[in-house]
C-alpha cells in the first residue's frame, strides 16, 4: 500500500517560510506524480501543486504560484514545497498524494489524486 508522510509545518508569521516534505513509499510504479492539497477548516480541499518524477515539470495553483516551489529528490521519493510570503489564508493542513504518471494529466485536478489513502498531514498556521 502507498503510505505518505508529510512534514516541516508550524507555526509562523506572516510573510515568513517554511518548508513541508512528502515522504512517499509503497508504491510500484517508476514514474509517478506528487501533489501537494490543502484544506482550511469549513472549507473543500484545494490543489496547491504538482510535479511530475519523469521530468520534474510542474504546475501551481494561481494564488500560489511565485510564492511556493515544488521539488522532488526522486532518489529519495520525497517531495518538497518551500512556501515564503506566507499569509493568513495559508493556514490549513497541507497533504500530499501520489498518482501514476499515466494518468496524470498535468495539473492536481480529476480523480487520479483520490486513488490512495490520504495521510495524515501536516498543519500550517500563519498568524497576522
Known amino acids: 500500500d502507498v503510505q505518505l508522510v508529510e512534514s516541516g509545518g508550524g507555526l509562523v508569521q506572516a510573510g515568513g517560510s517554511l518548508r513541508l516534505s512528502c515522504a512517499a513509499s509503497?508504491?510500484?510504479?517508476?514514474?509517478?506524480?506528487v501533489g501537494w492539497f490543502r484544506q482550511a477548516p469549513g472549507k473543500e480541499r484545494e490543489g496547491v501543486s504538482t510535479?511530475?518524477?519523469?521530468?520534474?515539470?510542474?504546475y501551481y495553483a494561481k494564488s500560489m504560484k511565485g510564492r511556493f516551489t515544488i521539488s522532488i529528490n526522486n532518489a529519495k521519493n520525497t517531495v518538497y514545497l518551500q512556501m515564503n510570503s506566507l499569509k493568513p489564508e495559508d493556514t490549513a493542513i497541507y497533504y500530499c498524494?501520489?498518482?501514476?504518471?499515466?494518468?496524470?494529466?498535468?495539473?492536481?485536478?480529476?480523480?487520479?489524486?483520490?486513488?490512495?489513502?490520504w495521510g495524515q498531514g501536516t498543519q500550517v498556521t500563519v498568524s497576522s
Open positions: 498524494q501520489v498518482a501514476e504518471l499515466e494518468y496524470y494529466t498535468g495539473n492536481f485536478y480529476g480523480p487520479i489524486w483520490d486513488s490512495n489513502a
Open positions: 510535479i511530475s518524477s519523469r521530468d520534474g515539470s510542474t
Open positions: 509503497g508504491f510500484t510504479f517508476d514514474d509517478y506524480a
